[in-house]
């Protein structure tokens, strides 16, 4: 299949590249979103609800949304947007589409973040970009933007039709995550797509549509205009990328990479050989990853009598353990940042503040859409303190379980970890105090991470559990392991017991020798310090 065809028909994600939606499928596929319950890929939208169409003013102009509405529609990130025939596709969409007299809607807000410079070069050189321009896809920089949750407010007309109608609100983003929280709080539902599939939908203003059978609209002379009235052909590409992407471009770009720029180059640097640490900073905070370490391994933890922090289904991606996209204004890296003087304006992300491992651990769980079987059908980042029943933020609960000399644990669904959001999601946890995570399983390299802080990570039998054990969190949990870490083997099986007579065996995913070293020292950041120390002397 051509690499067209293949943008044409098959680049249509949610979440993970194993939940891929076929295009021809994407309006069914979505009907069934709002059918399924509150979860991965279910809202729950009552069937009388579902074709509610909430009017409201957008700058003096009517302006309409329902389910699915697309607010967001982004070429961002550097996975795909340094591909020229996808890139000059995108903008040949575009040129149809005006040819045509298709315009995007205002209230809908797009942008065009190429992974490199030499987009911008092809795209002049062509006379293309003046297309991107019409339909609202102006440069607002390069790399990660939207992808990374960087796209920035929502107009707050648009804001306030989501959020007083509970309408669910799509993204089609040309980036490589869309996990639900990260790309807009407002955007429940995530798309990713080629480049010109993201001006398609952004012209059609919703993903539930079929492509085949649907116009996407009207254009001047009063017909309907279909996707393929404005797909260009193969040929229409390699016409342009021949003519158009010329290789001084790439040596005139790339030349000076290493020069930095002006702004870069005049940040003054100390001459000390060690960093000198800012205690005012809020970007900048020393970690407390080697406090109070001696150079003997602490050798294995006990775990005994540990509370649940968070008790998870299937699918909990590592976007939704990770601090990432912005900062919510009630969370408690907000307040954090508020009690240091920092304005609600100048919060900017998580990832512009992942050298603060205070801010990053109260954004650690802190996703807006999780969803944690203690709150029952709440969706969240909130959380039981099960000593007292207070409903706490994850943070609060997880400093109030730590205060009071208290273990915790995460019990888990099949998948747990998947995504790519990495060091964070096992950072964070050890952090709040997690010291295990029990799940059906877990995405390969999560697990690796978690044991690289520290963290033991467990399964559960094949076909058992939490649900099927009865286990509802409320439960006091301690791990039997040996203490002797010469007694412990990758994969073994350990017993589990709980503070009401439960016990049930789980399978031990330290998987190798190494792994268990790392655990013998507290983690691989103690392991390497350790064996740096050893070396030298």
Not at 25 to 53: R, T
Not at 255 to 260: D, L, P, R
Not at 354 to 369: C, K, P, S, Y
Not at 397 to 417: N, R, V
């Amino acid at each position: 299949m051509c690499a067209l065809r293949f943008m044409k028909y098959c680049l249509v994600y949610y979440c993970r590249p194993h939940d891929r939606v076929t295009l021809k499928d994407m309006k069914s596929d979505w009907h069934a979103c709002l059918d399924n319950k509150v979860g991965f890929k279910g809202f729950a939208v009552p069937k009388e609800q579902q074709d509610k169409v909430v009017k409201f003013d957008f700058n003096g102009q009517p302006a309409e949304l329902k389910h699915g509405s697309v607010v967001i529609a982004a070429i961002t990130s550097c996975t795909n947007t340094s591909n020229p025939s996808v890139m000059l596709g995108a903008a040949l969409v575009a040129k149809k589409a005006c040819e045509l007299g298709l315009e995007v809607k205002p209230w809908v807000k797009t942008s065009l973040a190429p992974g490199s410079g030499v987009v911008t070069k092809y795209l002049l050189k062509s006379g293309l970009q003046e297309y991107f321009n019409k339909q609202g896809f102006h440069l607002v920089g390069y790399g990660c933007t939207t992808c990374i949750g960087n796209s920035g407010e929502l107009h707050e007309s648009v804001s306030a039709a989501i959020t007083e109608n509970d309408v669910v609100a799509a993204a089609v983003l040309s980036g490589n995550r869309n996990f639900e929280g990260r790309v807009h709080p407002l955007t429940r539902a995530n798309y990713l797509a080629s480049p010109p599939l993201v001006v398609a939908y952004a012209l059609a203003g919703t993903v539930d549509i079929d492509f085949e059978k649907e116009p996407i609209g009207v254009g001047k002379d009063g017909k309907e205009v279909f996707f393929r009235d404005i797909w260009p052909t193969t040929e229409e590409i390699a016409e342009v990328v021949q003519s158009s992407v010329l290789p001084d471009m790439f040596k005139s770009t790339y030349e000076a990479i290493t020069k930095g720029n002006p702004m870069w180059n005049e940040l003054p640097v100390p001459e000390a050989s060690l960093y000198s640490w800012d205690s005012n900073s809020t970007y900048i905070h020393e970690p407390p990853y080697f406090k109070d370490m001696t150079m003997s391994p602490p050798g294995p933890h006990a775990v005994k009598n540990a509370y649940c922090l968070l008790n998870f289904g299937d699918s909990i991606t590592t976007d939704h353990i990770s601090p990432a996209g912005s900062i919510h204004r009630d969370s408690p890296a907000a307040k954090y940042l508020l009690e240091r003087g920092v304005d609600r304006k100048d919060f900017n992300s998580y990832g512009s503040r992942r050298g603060n491992d205070e801010v990053m651990a109260r954004g650690t769980f802190a996703n807006i859409r999780i969803v944690n079987k203690f709150l029952g059908g709440e969706v969240g980042p909130k959380t039981i303190h099960v000593p007292t029943g207070e409903k706490l933020s994850v943070f609060d609960a997880a400093t109030k379980y730590k205060s009071e000399g208290h273990d915790t644990i995460i019990l888990a669904g099949a998948e747990y970890g998947s995504g790519s959001s990495r060091d964070w999601a096992a950072k964070g946890p050890m952090l709040l105090g997690v010291k295990a995570v029990i799940s059906k399983s877990f995405e390969r390299i999560h697990r690796s991470n978690l044991v690289g802080m520290g963290i033991i990570p467990l399964c559960f039998k094949a076909g058992e559990d939490a649900d099927s054990l009865g286990l509802t969190g409320h439960e006091r949990y301690t791990i039997n392991l040996p203490t002797d870490v010469s007694e412990i083997r990758p994969g073994q099986d350990v017993t589990i017991t709980t503070d009401n007579d439960k016990s049930f065996t789980c399978i031990l995913r330290f998987d190798t020798e190494v792994e268990l070293a790392y655990y013998n020292h507290g983690g691989i950041l103690p392991y390497v310090i350790r064996n740096m120390a050893a070396a030298q002397n």
